[in-house]
């Protein structure tokens, strides 16, 4: 019988799941969208069982049909879905595992911060999504389960990735907005390909202005999605955002093109920064006042590098499409920032404002003009 070797395989897959339970009976943290992929995976081992039963089945009866084969492929692909759910419930263990261990360390105090803010920007965002910060290497949002049967269609588990540092919480916090905007931009199908057909025509009418066409629509393809979520960074935290940005973006040259667009998602740091001023201006220019170092140091340290601007720059920093993120991603993402502008102009404290707390400390912690 044909099945031995893929036996063999579901065996295994087996011993790994009874593993991945002892480990989840073990963690203190919960999370509910975990007990949807465990029930998945068990819902699947005796689909396994099932299609094997179908197969073996007609085996017996017509080893050489065409259904009989058909039969084979579907048993396989019903051990590969189980397959794949298992590795998704074995990453999230880990980050699970990683994230317990964290809470009972010296770390415990940035963990449940950050699990707060994000909580707090998520229901700002209006988002139904759970956030597991864990300490690692740096500022990053892994999406745990995406497009996966059990969990939907779009991923509702994030791991959060933050820097192991010192720095007070308020000093990064504004950056958390940024990384949960990934989230929010996960669900914002309707605008992406609106972008997409405006990359298109500005390709389409400046081929004679650009050198490599091809570059150029691949570069802003792959930009576009970390412009929108500084968009977002400012409609959540206003002027602190700019302020955290600045420190954030620092970078030996801040005009770098990454000549392999497919490699790097980052637009140049000077393109960012543009962006986030021209938001900033149009949004809450009277607040701009109270981070006027901020802004200065880093345009300074832009003059600094002048010399390094590579000549494609001016014709890849399209005032065109900046402007559809400028103007487009206030109109459909949603946010309070006319809430909080008010907010910190009036002096309103952040106990005062428990659904703005987070960013109105950040706001107190980089605006000279709002202090606690």
Avoid at 151 to 174: C, H, K, M, N, W
Avoid at 222 to 234: K, N, R
Wanted: charged share 30%; proline share 6%; net charge negative.
């Amino acid at each position: 019988m044909p099945t031995e070797l893929a036996e063999s395989h579901v065996a295994f897959l087996r011993g790994k799941f009874e593993a991945a339970r002892e480990v989840l009976n073990t963690l203190d943290t919960r999370i509910p969208a975990t007990d949807s992929i465990h029930s998945s995976v068990e819902d699947g081992f005796d689909n396994i069982e099932k299609t094997r039963f179908l197969y073996e089945r007609a085996y017996d009866q017509e080893p050489d049909a065409e259904a009989t084969h058909e039969l084979y492929e579907e048993y396989l692909g019903a051990i590969d879905t189980v397959a794949l759910e298992l590795q998704v419930l074995e990453v999230e263990l880990v980050y699970l595992d990683l994230h317990q261990y964290q809470r009972h360390s010296a770390t415990s105090d940035r963990l449940d911060h950050a699990s707060s803010l994000s909580s707090e920007l998520a229901d700002t965002f209006g988002m139904d999504i759970t956030v597991l910060p864990v300490i690692w290497d740096g500022f990053a949002i892994d999406p745990l389960d995406e497009n996966l049967p059990a969990t939907g269609d779009l991923s509702q588990i994030y791991v959060l990735i933050l820097p192991r540092t010192q720095s007070d919480p308020e000093f990064y916090a504004p950056i958390i907005a940024h990384e949960l905007a990934h989230a929010v931009l996960d669900r914002q199908e309707d605008l992406k390909g609106d972008f997409y057909n405006v990359l298109r025509d500005v390709q389409r009418r400046t081929r004679q202005e650009i050198d490599d066409e091809t570059h150029f629509a691949r570069s802003w393809r792959t930009w576009f999605e970390e412009l929108f979520c500084d968009a977002c960074g400012v409609l959540t935290f206003g002027p602190a955002y700019l302020s955290s940005l600045a420190r954030h973006l620092y970078h030996p040259n801040p005009y770098y093109i990454e000549s392999n667009a497919d490699r790097d998602l980052h637009p140049p740091p000077a393109l960012r920064f543009d962006l986030v001023m021209d938001l900033s201006d149009e949004l809450f220019p009277d607040l701009l006042d109270g981070i006027r170092d901020d802004r200065i140091a880093f345009e300074r340290h832009l003059d600094a590098l002048e010399h390094s601007r590579p000549r494609i720059y001016d014709t890849y920093d399209y005032g065109e499409l900046r402007t559809f993120i400028t103007q487009e991603v206030p109109a459909v993402v949603d946010h309070d920032l006319e809430a909080l502008v008010d907010d910190i102009t009036n002096g309103v404290t952040p106990d005062d404002r428990p659904e703005r707390s987070h960013r109105l400390a950040a706001n107190q912690y980089w605006l000279d003009t709002y202090p606690p």
